[in-house]
């Protein structure tokens, strides 16, 4: 590939260089640099006035720009190639663009349109020799055909695409047709010979190192997985799918598989997980602006709030699911949310409501022979007409949950008659060759002294003996190592959930304070109201920013923080804590002198964090200041590069001995608060632990009986 591009520049300004380019954007996946060259071949041929050029290069622009979502710019080239294909009388070129019309129709789920481009191209392909493009509409027929549940005309078309491959030998480039295979004959019940196909598929991406493949696979096996009653299986593989979609930057695919783990972690009821995990799938999905996978995470967040018994919220994800699987028609999902939506109301007490929605569930499962949704929601029927006192029906459904659940375990039954076969003739062939080992080696020890056995016989004890203490020691290290992580992490939970519930006591301080002065000032609507009200909403404001992250599970279990810098003022920053504490302040008859100029004070820093820092040393200042006195906030920029933001109080002052435990996690010092304020030995070691995540620094300078000086230092922006 590198040899392609490095021959570009050497080529003439002719038509050897327009294919040189076609070569270069066929041998290899799409990139951002594609879009480019394939102008660059536009723009040559027509100075060239080179007509097979244009065709060729405004079709593989159509193409980039699908990918790029720009279906606008992207219909406009396939319609400058197809004029251009037709006008030189290239039949190949015109299924290629009727393909990729098909394609664009199909990810912007216009389904009829869709299935008319794809069989427009398929006539024409089938009317010329040109077998690998065959294939592939073969492949896009099935693909839309099992979206919209008409698995029967998927594995008629499936089948063709597998038969062209298995005729010129199955190779990397195939495991799209096998993963398709596998999601039919999953939907179709037939698990074992899914599992045969994604693992074929699979195996296949790895060899291309095709990380998007390994991707679509591992998720469709963890599906599988989960259906069949394995679910650390399906953990692993979803896990492994995530990290790679991260990796790689497959943010709809992360987004999708977030969605699918967070279904098993409801099934645990992990709450904490299943929440965190979902509401990361809606975020990205609507960044995305992917209306039809956000009904994905929109289910699953409507099953986490019927868990916790949140059913205005469950009824609400409920709804908007149903509409959006409604209109992308994709079935299996309308079957489910349509379920989901019937045991709702059936909890709720609303028992025609439920029976209704359950009703249509199972009429979108026959409709595209859904056999698992069909049973589930058999079930739910039986449930509802039974707590409704209605002995008919509730026995009606369960005779039917049972001749479906009986016809899924046929084929279980199967898949499981043909596991122990399979293990059996495994096992068998391991008998003949260690019945044939034992037969070489008498022969062996026939031909060697009794003495010499005994010899061999000590030292494989002697090697077993060793292997095995070895073992045994590793196993032991092991052990411990993970012991210690274990007690690490928990420590580091714990001093999180620690930072937050102190974080937590300020803006309610704040709030308390307010409240205080509601009661006690009549008059308040006239004068202060509204600068009242502003510190009330900044105060609720920021416990909504601790509550999320303790909700922030990946930042408990990783031990980070997750920072988002940016060039941000401090001196607005200062500004607002400084007018947030200035009614706590005036209780002990403190002032606050802002020895700062209007002006802008740039620093690269996480805004959040930052207010944090200043909060607490603030809140600390207060605290530990005597009543009438003063406070005073100033910012200076050093000519060493950084932001210096300092708090002095006039208060008592630290000791030397404290100041070496100044930043120590749960150390309380010997100064007391002056006004019998609470005080946990957190605040200076949340500061000192925000601020080096920001790649700062924080001193104190302090003479005792005299006041502290905390000075914090951050990068200038």
């Known amino acids: 590939?590198?040899?392609?591009?490095?021959?570009?520049?050497?080529?003439?300004?002719?038509?050897?260089?327009?294919?040189?380019?076609?070569?270069?954007?066929?041998?290899?996946?799409?990139?951002e640099s594609h879009v480019e060259l394939a102008k660059q071949a536009y723009y040559l041929s027509h100075s060239l006035d080179y007509s097979i050029g244009i065709a060729k290069s405004a079709y593989h622009l159509g193409v980039m720009l699908r990918e790029k979502l720009d279906y606008k710019t992207s219909y406009k080239n396939l319609m400058i190639a197809l004029k251009n294909a037709k006008a030189i009388g290239d039949k190949s070129l015109m299924v290629d663009v009727l393909h990729a019309y098909g394609n664009n129709k199909d990810r912007q789920n216009h389904i009829d349109s869709a299935f008319w481009y794809y069989h427009e191209a398929l006539r024409l392909a089938d009317s010329i020799d040109y077998p690998y493009r065959l294939a592939?509409?073969?492949?896009?027929?099935?693909?839309?055909?099992?979206?919209?549940?008409?698995?029967?005309?998927?594995?008629?078309?499936?089948?063709?695409?597998?038969?062209?491959?298995?005729?010129?030998?199955?190779?990397?480039?195939?495991?799209?047709?096998?993963?398709?295979?596998?999601i039919i004959f999953e939907e179709s019940a037939n698990q074992s010979r899914a599992f045969e196909y994604y693992f074929d598929?699979?195996?296949?991406?790895?060899?291309?190192?095709?990380?998007?493949?390994?991707?679509?696979?591992?998720?469709?096996?963890?599906?599988l997985y989960e259906l069949v009653g394995k679910l650390t299986e399906a953990k692993e593989f979803l896990w492994a799918a995530i990290q790679k979609a991260h990796v790689v930057g497959l943010k709809e695919d992360e987004a999708y598989l977030l969605s699918n783990i967070a279904a098993i972690y409801i099934d645990e009821k992990d709450t904490l997980r299943a929440m965190s995990s979902l509401q990361k799938s809606?975020?990205?999905?609507?960044?995305?602006?992917?209306?039809?996978?956000?009904?994905?995470?929109?289910?699953?967040?409507?099953?986490?709030?019927?868990?916790?018994?949140?059913?205005?919220?469950?009824?609400?994800?409920?709804?908007?699911s149903v509409a959006l699987a409604n209109e992308c028609q994709n079935s299996p999902l309308l079957a489910s949310a349509y379920r989901s939506l019937g045991v709702l109301c059936i909890n709720q007490g609303k028992y025609n409501s439920g029976i209704s929605n359950l009703k249509k569930s199972l009429d979108v499962g026959r409709q595209v022979n859904l056999l698992e949704e069909q049973k589930k929601t058999f079930l739910e029927l039986y449930q509802a007409y039974k707590k409704k006192k209605d002995v008919v029906?509730?026995?009606?459904?369960?005779?039917?949950?049972?001749?479906?659940?009986?016809?899924?375990?046929?084929?279980?039954?199967?898949?499981?008659?043909?596991k122990v076969t399979s293990e059996y003739e495994f096992r068998k062939k391991l008998q003949n060759l260690e019945y044939k080992r034992k037969s070489e080696?008498?022969?062996?020890?026939?031909?060697?002294?009794?003495?010499?056995?005994?010899?061999?016989?000590?030292?494989?004890?002697?090697?077993?003996?060793?292997?095995?203490?070895?073992?045994?020691?590793?196993?032991?290290?092991?052990?411990?190592?993970?012991?210690?992580?274990?007690?690490?992490?928990?420590?580091?939970?714990?001093?999180?959930m620690g930072v937050v519930a102190h974080d937590l006591r300020s803006p309610l301080n704040n709030i308390k304070s307010i409240m205080s002065l509601v009661r006690l000032d009549n008059a308040i609507k006239g004068e202060h109201g509204e600068d009242y009200a502003q510190i009330l909403d900044d105060s609720v404001d920021n416990m909504r920013e601790m509550i999320d992250r303790v909700m922030d599970i990946?930042?408990?279990e990783e031990m980070r923080l997750n920072l988002k810098m940016e060039r941000s003022d401090v001196g607005q920053l200062l500004e607002r804590v400084a007018d947030n504490y200035e009614f706590i302040a005036s209780k002990k008859e403190i002032s606050i002198k802002r020895d700062f100029e209007s002006k802008m004070y740039f620093a690269?820093?996480?805004?959040?964090?930052?207010?944090?820092?200043?909060?607490?040393?603030?809140?600390?200042?207060?605290?530990?200041?005597?009543?009438?006195?003063?406070?005073?906030?100033?910012?200076?920029?050093?000519?060493g590069g950084g932001v210096c933001v300092s708090f002095r109080d006039e208060g008592q002052g630290i000791s030397e001995l404290d100041q070496t435990k100044l930043f120590v996690k749960y150390q309380k010092l010997s100064a007391r608060p002056t006004g019998n304020e609470e005080s946990t030995g957190l605040g200076l070691f949340i500061v000192k632990k925000f601020v080096d995540a920001m790649g700062g620094d924080v001193t104190c300078q302090s003479v005792l009986g005299q006041g502290s000086t905390f000075v914090v230092k951050f990068p200038e922006a």
């Open 604 to 639: 690269r820093i996480d805004t959040k964090y930052a207010l944090q820092v200043f909060d607490n040393l603030m809140s600390n200042a207060i605290k530990y200041s005597n009543p009438r006195s003063q406070i005073e906030l100033s910012i200076q920029i050093r000519n």
């Open 201 to 223: 598929a699979l195996d296949m991406a790895k060899e291309s190192q095709d990380r998007n493949a390994e991707v679509i696979v591992s998720n469709n096996l963890a599906i």
């Open 282 to 320: 809606l975020s990205m999905m609507r960044d995305l602006n992917d209306k039809c996978e956000i009904a994905y995470p929109m289910v699953g967040l409507g099953d986490l709030y019927l868990l916790k018994t949140n059913f205005d919220s469950a009824q609400w994800y409920y709804e908007q």
């Open 441 to 496: 080696s008498l022969k062996l020890q026939a031909e060697v002294s009794k003495q010499e056995t005994d010899k061999l016989g000590l030292y494989a004890v002697i090697a077993l003996t060793l292997i095995l203490a070895v073992s045994l020691y590793r196993a032991y290290f092991l052990v411990q190592n993970q012991n210690k992580r274990l007690k690490i992490i928990n420590d580091e939970k714990n001093t999180l």
């Open 1 to 31: 590939m590198g040899e392609l591009y490095s021959n570009l520049s050497v080529l003439p300004e002719d038509t050897s260089k327009v294919e040189a380019i076609f070569d270069i954007l066929q041998a290899s996946p799409f990139r």
């Open 136 to 182: 592939e509409i073969h492949y896009s027929i099935s693909g839309l055909s099992n979206h919209i549940g008409q698995n029967d005309k998927a594995l008629q078309h499936i089948l063709e695409a597998e038969a062209y491959y298995e005729g010129v030998g199955k190779g990397k480039d195939c495991w799209h047709v096998l993963n398709l295979l596998g």
């Open 554 to 556: 990946s930042a408990i």
């Open 393 to 418: 029906n509730a026995l009606f459904c369960f005779e039917k949950y049972q001749q479906v659940r009986d016809s899924l375990l046929d084929e279980v039954e199967m898949n499981e008659i043909a």
